[in-house]
């Protein structure tokens, strides 16, 4: 599997492209600058990997990661993959708080595929499952490859994101956490924001996973 990451954005988003060696076939993970040239930027050196962007997808429907959808959809033709209760957030800056955060508002395409806990998302011979783990969002998603899982906002390096904003839930988002400690500690971490982790790493430094029992299954 290749990774490649790109910090963009107001907010330094970690944004994520990921492929396939043997097909080169593609997805990017939260696009969330607003602007072509960033874009071009990162497709640029998708194309020196030869891959192809198949599909993009959101961990989650705030601004700071979904403001490239309508430029990265312009250039690649690839559909948008967000989970079903934050596909509103797409089309509507009301509910994905582009004024709450004080960035650009822009006119955003729909979603073109809804995402479900343990659906399965394929570019080449790497396969992607998607976890949903609310707490963020009602709609957050982590989504788990063979060695990796993209947390999103849901779990940071020695930290977890926010539960204080319109739909998220402190409540939920430790049941989450929950979910993500019964993956194995090799397991890397690429969160949302900030230097990417392993979840035994977390289990032994991160405050908030102190004292969780796992929860007994993930899908």
Request: hydrophobic share 40%; glycine share 8%; proline share 6%.
């Amino acid at each position: 599997m290749i990774t490649k990451m790109f910090t963009v954005g107001a907010l330094y988003t970690n944004c994520y492209v990921v492929g396939c060696n043997e097909t080169k076939e593609a997805l990017i993970i939260d696009p969330g600058f607003d602007t072509e040239l960033v874009a071009k930027r990162i497709l640029r050196e998708a194309d020196q990997l030869e891959l192809q962007i198949k599909y993009i997808v959101n961990t989650h429907g705030h601004p700071d990661h979904i403001a490239g959808n309508g430029i990265v959809k312009k250039l690649t033709s690839a559909p948008i993959l967000i989970h079903e209760y934050d596909a509103p957030m797409l089309t509507r800056a009301t509910e994905n708080l582009t004024m709450l955060f004080g960035l650009r508002t822009a006119s955003l395409p729909p979603a073109d595929r809804i995402l479900h806990n343990g659906d399965a998302i394929k570019v080449g011979e790497v396969m992607l499952r998607v976890l949903h783990t609310p707490g963020h969002t009602r709609g957050s998603i982590s989504i788990l490859g063979n060695d990796v899982v993209f947390t999103g906002d849901t779990l940071f390096a020695g930290s977890i994101g926010r539960t204080d904003l319109p739909d998220s839930s402190p409540k939920e988002i430790m049941s989450s956490l929950k979910k993500l400690t019964i993956l194995p500690d090799h397991i890397k971490v690429y969160p949302g924001h900030g230097p990417a982790s392993t979840i035994g790493e977390e289990k032994k430094s991160n405050p908030f996973l102190q004292n969780l029992s796992a929860s007994s299954d993930i899908f």
